[in-house]
């Protein structure tokens, strides 16, 4: 098949065009934004995409949307979500379409090369392919639990830090991680405590103030 890739990770995307490669696909493009995708599938047409959800410059749901986008603008290309997140905003328009050709997979649950192949496989011949956990999210019924108890072990460890004043380089220095993985945190933090664009306030102080009365 013939594939493009949408992943800010140089080492996954790089990965990822060496595993492809190797199983006899061809490789029209790699990028590491949702612009660079869509540009790129515009000009090149490809059987099937492969992207991330989180990338620059907002490391929220670009990727997602670019997904929508191509689905809309040319439906006979498939594509395949590979990402760490599921989210609901958009993944469900993404779920319910049925024109099939769509996908999505969370990286931390693709144990087995093959997985991320076969799935690769359904969704360029027309089927779908999707993670039962990303479909058991979308479903669940909304709580009213405390959104705070909805981050992860590692988002929590980024808010605690966040509450100490600390910038995402310090966070990323303190957690051995990379200061995009601290971003992507934090939106996400941002994303399960409601914390919109447009509230006219600080999103990071605002976040720590929840934390802080909590």
């Known amino acids: 098949m013939r594939v493009i890739l949408a992943e800010d990770s140089t080492l996954l995307r790089e990965g990822l065009i060496r595993l492809l490669a190797e199983e006899g696909h061809e490789v029209l493009a790699a990028v590491g934004t949702a612009v660079e995708l869509l540009d790129a599938v515009s000009r090149r047409q490809p059987d099937v995409v492969v992207t991330d959800i989180r990338m620059p410059p907002h490391h929220t749901d670009e990727g997602l949307r670019a997904a929508l986008e191509i689905r809309r603008r040319w439906p006979g290309v498939g594509v395949l979500v590979l990402s760490q997140y599921v989210e609901k905003r958009y993944a469900t328009e993404l779920i319910t379409d049925d024109g099939g050709r769509v996908g999505y997979l969370l990286?931390?649950?693709?144990?087995?090369?093959g997985e991320f192949l076969d799935a690769l496989?359904?969704?360029?011949?027309?089927?779908?392919?999707?993670?039962p956990e990303v479909v058991r999210r979308l479903l669940a019924r909304t709580t009213h639990a405390d959104p705070l108890a909805t981050l992860t072990a590692r988002e929590s460890q980024v808010l605690a830090k966040m509450a100490e004043g600390q910038t995402n380089a310090g966070i990323a220095a303190e957690l051995f991680v990379s200061q995009?993985?601290?971003?992507?945190?934090?939106?996400a933090i941002f994303d399960k405590l409601a914390l919109s664009r447009t509230s006219g306030y600080s999103r990071r102080v605002l976040a720590v103030l929840r934390y802080l009365g909590s």
Do not use: L, T
Not at 107 to 113: A, G, H, L, N, T
Not at 180 to 187: D, L
């Open 180 to 187: 995009s993985a601290v971003e992507k945190h934090v939106n």
């Open 107 to 113: 990286k931390d649950r693709v144990m087995q090369v």
């Open 121 to 131: 496989e359904r969704v360029g011949s027309g089927g779908a392919a999707f993670d």
